[in-house]
């Protein structure tokens, strides 16, 4: 029998994307650190994780509802492929609260994080010739997902002159007939940032104009500091037909939870009779699931969980966010910050290269600074946006005035000398 070459190979379209996911660009980063080299412990500001703070410690609810829903015994089986009703029907009264509109189960569909709504949503909105609109910078994740999706991607931008809002006249440029959907992060993840009442109802007018979907990544709801309340993209559902990706993890610091969901705000009927929802369906039917207990737990959460815990977060992010972007005016003119965050656990920073003597780009910056200061950023170059970093500000008080300074010092080992003998 004549000897041929084994029939798997290797799939390079899969490590194409998985480099792209913040995982593997922070893993390539943290390989440069060596704390014993630097004599300094590790601070990680590249992800947005508070959890291993103890300014950030859950509330003691989540424990006991957990605990109620495993000695229940009533989730020890698979659940639905699209989540356990009870769990349902809490998030839709949970997020009803907010809107004009009652949602109800049927409304909701439960996902294994808000990662996995990304891949569901991308699924579902699949057809070959369409097109997703994506905003530059964007949560990487979509950008990953989206290699794996018949879908083709434009991007319109976020503009950090104007506090980091939408393009309007960009997104009405790119989209065509064969547009499906915009997508839309607020709070913003990575630029921190708010969106107006007004700004999110052009937005929805220009989709209902345009005929396409918002998908609302609410990871971040009500998690916001500044002026600007959260006001929540289904307020619009009326306008334009809203999909919303919500997760526990930010709001209640359990990201390792991996508990999510898609809710449907569409009071006109357009998802239902576009069967769009029993797509939504299909894509759940053959998907992961979130864990059963923890779904069965999620109605003692929603209800029991005190405004009192998230207020004192509000409050830690607050005060992380004013002293963060205060500091960082120490650094100009190596690292601006154009807009002060907001919301979320974020902050864009721009770097001037021109200040630099040896630094070529945001990743090489990431790495020198890894290298030399034990210190992880995360590239620009991975939400869209080069030459930039993203921080998180997520972290104890003196963890934060610790990577200020360090940050300065490598700043200034990195800057320009002019021709009299003086920094840049």
Same mark, same amino acid.
């Given at each position: ?20 996911? &913040? ?71 949970? +997020? ?28 579902? +909105? ?208 190596? &690292? ?75 700043? +200034? ?12």
């Amino acid at each position: 029998m004549e000897k041929h070459e084994w029939g798997f190979k290797e799939n390079h379209e899969l490590h194409a994307a998985a480099a792209f996911t &913040i995982r593997n660009i922070l893993e390539s980063i943290m390989a440069n650190i060596d704390e014993t080299a630097t004599g300094k412990p590790m601070i990680h500001l590249g992800h947005g994780d508070p959890s291993v703070y103890p300014c950030f410690k859950p509330s003691p609810v989540l424990e006991a509802a957990l605990v109620e829903s495993i000695q229940s015994t009533k989730f020890n089986g698979y659940p639905p492929g699209v989540g356990v009703d009870s769990a349902r029907s809490a998030i839709a009264e949970y +997020l009803t609260r907010e809107l004009p509109y009652k949602l109800t189960s049927d409304d909701v569909f439960l996902t294994a994080g808000a990662n996995h709504g990304i891949e569901v949503l991308l699924t579902f +909105l699949s057809r070959p010739g369409a097109n997703i609109l994506f905003p530059r910078p964007n949560y990487p994740i979509y950008e990953a997902r989206a290699r794996f999706s018949p879908l083709e991607v434009r991007h319109f931008d976020l503009l950090p002159e104007k506090g980091w809002e939408v393009d309007l006249e960009g997104v009405k440029a790119l989209a065509d007939k064969n547009t499906v959907a915009i997508v839309l992060i607020n709070p913003g993840n990575p630029c921190g940032n708010v969106f107006t009442v007004d700004h999110m109802r052009k937005i929805a007018e220009i989709a209902r104009e345009l005929r396409i979907l918002v998908v609302a990544d609410e990871v971040y709801a009500h998690q916001v500091f500044g002026q600007k309340p959260f006001i929540p993209m289904g307020v619009f559902g009326d306008i334009a037909p809203v999909v919303t990706l919500g997760s526990l993890s930010k709001r209640w610091i359990i990201p390792g939870w991996r508990f999510g969901w898609i809710a449907i705000t569409d009071p006109n009927g357009v998802l239902r009779k576009t069967r769009l929802a029993d797509t939504i369906k299909s894509a759940l039917v053959i998907a992961a699931d979130p864990p059963t207990v923890i779904q069965g737990a999620i109605p003692y959460i929603l209800k029991n969980t005190p405004d009192s815990f998230f207020l004192n977060i509000n409050k830690i992010l607050k005060e992380a966010s004013d002293m963060f972007y205060e500091r960082l005016k120490e650094i100009i003119p190596y &690292i601006a910050c154009p807009h002060k965050p907001e919301g979320s656990m974020f902050a864009m920073l721009k770097l001037n290269l021109s200040a630099f003597d040896d630094i070529v780009d945001d990743t090489d910056f990431c790495m020198k600074l890894a290298k030399e200061e034990s210190m992880v950023l995360f590239p620009g170059y991975a939400v869209g946006m080069k030459n930039w970093l993203r921080v998180s500000f997520a972290a104890e008080p003196v963890v934060l005035h610790d990577a200020i300074g360090r940050l300065k010092a490598f700043c +200034l080992r990195h800057a320009k000398i002019n021709h009299n003998g003086k920094l840049c």
